[in-house]
Nanobody
Framework: QVHLVESGGGLVQAGDSLRLSCAAS????????VGWFRQAPGKARDFVAA????????YYADSVNGRFTISRDNSKNTVYLQMDSLKPEDTAVYSC?????????????????WGQGTQVTVSS
């Protein structure tokens, strides 16, 4: 089992940057992929970005491609989401999720372990 804790959310203005962190603990000696998802009030959970175990495979939602960057440091059991040029429509609760195996996916149901989420609010 993998336990995930997100941090780094906050209130920023449009155009600003934030870096989210997802720290993993527990059964982290097995390979696992990590995804970031977000959910705005009254809306469904959306895929944001995902990264495989080695870091060489990454996927991005079209809405964030070119603005967000996902990366990981396996020595620290941490995955990062660098968010630049933030827009008000990026406002949501951001959650990281983990799945055993090498490859990332964009489907929330593929991920077995979830963090509690961190709020990101972007004002215009």
């Amino acid at each position: 089992q993998v336990h995930l804790v997100e941090s780094g959310g906050g209130l920023v203005q449009a155009g600003d940057s934030l870096r989210l962190s997802c720290a993993a603990s527990g059964h982290t000696y097995s390979t696992y992929a990590v995804g970031w998802f977000r959910q705005a009030p009254g809306k469904a959970r959306d895929f944001v970005a995902a990264i495989g175990w080695s870091g060489s495979s990454t996927y991005y939602a079209d809405s964030v491609n070119g603005r967000f960057t996902i990366s990981r440091d396996n020595s620290k059991n941490t995955v990062y989401l660098q968010m630049d040029s933030l827009k008000p429509e990026d406002t949501a609760v951001y959650s990281c999720a983990a799945k055993y195996g090498l490859g990332p996916t964009v489907v929330p149901n593929d991920y077995a372990y979830w963090g509690q989420g961190t709020q990101v609010t972007v004002s215009s």
